[in-house]
Every structure is written in structure tokens, then in C-alpha cells.
């Protein structure tokens, strides 16, 4: 595989020595604001792309087809590397196979893979459950060799802190390094002091992503996260809400004025719309082949 693969370059940002912030996207114009805001790679939010594409939950209704298309159209849109959310693998190790598989001829440069029983839930919900630490180890194997490009990156995601306390995650965490993932993804972490005995118990790579709302210390910094040794944090929710949000307000403001003349500060020009969505190279290409 090419050296400057999508894979191989989210898998030096990870092991580089600055903390590695990936927004979550949900679609490829979420996508393309990240990348526009300077970020240097995009994680897939599974949650926005339950929410966006069916209104429903977090709770494994999207199917492996489903989460793979949405991820191909999200790499497509943006030049910098995309971390596709596979979820607990869509089935057992075999069904993991060919989950990596797929997402690999999506562009994406890696996944995240979670240990808990299907169907799953948001990270930061109670009820969650875990499958058994052989039958993860399996997954987490199965992933590692699937894959064609050894720099795609197995991010192994626990959920065994509500579950099983820290000697869990880090026990989990250990076991996922063994098998081969680049990462251990430590989803719904409560403390900085966690966050510290994850990083010092975990043998490489430790992720966590930070909730708005949900379990997440509050204000949580970057600066903090980089001097606890983080290697990586995603945003899940933050393009999400703030989206609702701003679409929520928006309405309001049409209905209580009783027309739209007064959303300036509310709303992005037309042009910029336009622009985002790529038509600046439509019009250079109908210059180019129909205006001779």
C-alpha cells in the first residue's frame, strides 16, 4: 500500500505526540466544515448517523450497507483521513472480516470496533453490556487480519468501565493491543483520574471522546487531555446538537416573525451553501466544456 495512504496518515497522527482531535461527522457537508475548520481527520458518528439518516437511536439499526455507504460518501467529500464507526462488527469475528473489508474499499482508514452486546447503545447511556473478552479478542483479531493495508487502523473500543470498573478497561484494553489494534478507544470515561489510570495501565494508544451532556468531566481541555498522555479524542456530538440547535432556533425565529427576512446572523449566505457543496468546480467545468 501507498506511504501516504489515508490509513497510514491517521495512524501517524495517533502516534504522534500532539492529542489528536476528530470531530464527528454525519454526512459529507459535516464533514467538509471539520475539515474547513482545520482538523486533521473525521470520525464517523454513529449516533449522527442514526439520527440523521433514520431518527432513530443509537441501538444498531443501521446495517453494515448502511454505515458503509454513509462513510464512502463522507471520505469522498474531504482529503483528510475518515474513521468509519463499525460498531460491535455487525455479527461475530466472520461478520468482522468483512466489515474491515468493506470499509477499506470506502476510503476509510479505519474503524472503530466495540465489545458490547448487540445491540448496542450510546457510550454514555446506562444498560450497557459486554460481550465475553475471548469472543472480543476474536473480533479484535479477525479485524487486524482482514485488513489490506496494515496501517488501517483497529480502534478497539471498551465499554467496560461501567461494567467492569478500570481493572476491566485496562485488562480489556491490554488484551486488544495483543490481538493487533492500533488503538484502545475507552468510551464514557467519568474523571481526569480514570483517564490517567486507563493511559498508565494501557500498554499504546488510548482514546476517549468527549460528550456534551452526557458522561464526560465537565470542561475537559484539550491541554488537559495532552498532558494525561490521551492520544486521541472524538466529538461526537458537538456538529449534532450544534446543528439541531441552530435549525431549532432558526424555526422559531420564522415563526414567531412570520417570514424569513430576519435570519442574517442565523443562517450561511446562499453562496457559501453553494460554494460548501462544491459548485465553484461545476461552473469551472461547464467554462471548460460547454461555454466554447
Partial sequence: MPTDSPAARLKEL??????????????????KLAEQAGFPAIQ??????????????????????DMVGVTERIARAVRVPVMGDADTGFGNAVNVHYTVRAFERAGAAGINLEDQVAPKRCGHLDGKQL??????????????????????????????????????????????????????????MTSRELIRSAVDGIDGPVAINIVEGGKSPQHLTFRELQDLGVARVSLPGVLLMSALHGMRTALARVVADGGTWNLAELTVPFREVHDLMGMREIERLEDLYLRR
Fill in 14 to 31: 495517533i502516534l504522534g505526540p500532539e492529542l489528536l482531535v476528530m470531530p464527528g461527522a454525519f454526512d459529507p457537508l459535516s464533514a
Fill in 44 to 65: 464517523c458518528t454513529g449516533l449522527g448517523i442514526s439520527a440523521t439518516h433514520l431518527g432513530y437511536p443509537d441501538y444498531s439499526f443501521l446495517s453494515m450497507t
Fill in 131 to 188: 460481550i465475553d473478552l475471548d469472543e472480543a479478542v476474536g473480533k479484535v483479531r479477525a479485524a487486524t487480519q482482514a485488513r489490506r493495508d496494515p496501517d488501517f487502523v483497529i480502534n478497539a473500543r471498551t465499554d467496560a468501565l461501567a461494567v467492569e470498573g478500570i481493572d476491566g478497561v485496562v485488562r480489556r484494553g491490554n488484551a486488544y493491543l495483543e490481538a493487533g489494534a492500533t488503538m484502545v478507544f475507552v468510551d464514557g
